[in-house]
């Protein structure tokens, strides 16, 4: 489960070089539903080493989410045909919460710290397409979708890492930040430097337009980490 749990958190990064049709933000939602299915049937092969979880509120919130679902397609006239199309949020709700079972019940310290290691790697490589992006040097997406009629729009800056959104780009950054403030040491400041300015000054949908929800992020979590650090 391990490998699986890693592949996935890797792999969604990298998913649209391998699903070149799809929009990138789309790629995304559709690896993560497919490996989370995935590791759900692999739970009922590999045995958890640990006993299952137990969380109350999680329960008691997932249950009102699913009672207020099927009322909400009970009452209102127009979801009488049960679209599944608009369960999407549900579904999605779903996943998450298999998910996180998931990676509670067959994760342990070693192995948390395993995934951090490799996943900073990712952050590395990310940093690195950024910069070619920049110069015009790493256009992977913008080569594949060049002739789209929403091309201007979803394209005009091309800063964008693996992910093909720059506004969703700079939020996935900043959260990744304590990756690098667990060790002090100069990679990892150089690291934070190159992240910093790229969330600053070539984020947003648009070029000379910041993404705002970088900054906030980046801010909220190194803050965060930083007083829990202290306390």
Avoid at 21 to 29: E, N, R, T
Avoid at 129 to 156: E, S, T, W
Avoid at 165 to 191: D, H, M, V, W
Avoid at 212 to 217: C, E, F, S, W
């Amino acid at each position: 489960m391990i490998y699986l749990i890693l592949f996935t958190l890797i792999g969604v990064n990298i998913a649209p070089i391998f699903l070149p049709k799809f929009y990138p933000f789309a790629v995304h939602g559709y690896f993560m539903t497919l490996m989370i299915l995935i590791m759900l049937a692999w739970s009922f092969i590999e045995k958890s080493s640990k006993e299952p979880i137990v969380n109350k509120w999680i329960g008691i919130f997932y249950l009102w989410c699913v009672i207020n679902t099927l009322i909400f397609h009970a009452i209102i006239p127009e979801y009488h045909q049960y679209k599944i199309g608009d369960l999407g949020a549900f579904v999605n709700l779903t996943l998450m919460i298999i998910f996180y079972r998931i990676l509670v019940e067959y994760l342990n310290l070693n192995r948390i710290v395993l995934i951090l290691k490799a996943f900073r790697w990712v952050i590395l490589v990310t940093l690195f397409i950024c910069v070619l992006q920049n110069f015009h040097l790493g256009q992977f997406f913008i080569m594949l979708y060049k002739d789209h009629i929403q091309f201007k729009d979803y394209f005009n800056n091309p800063v964008f890492g693996f992910l093909g959104q720059p506004t969703q780009q700079a939020g996935f950054l900043a959260s990744c930040i304590p990756l690098f403030l667990y060790e002090k040491n100069r990679q990892n400041y150089l690291t934070l430097i190159l992240l910093w300015i790229i969330l600053l000054f070539f984020t947003g949908t648009s070029n000379d337009d910041l993404a705002m929800n970088g900054i906030v992020v980046g801010i909220i979590v190194t803050l965060y980490f930083l007083f829990y650090d202290l306390t």
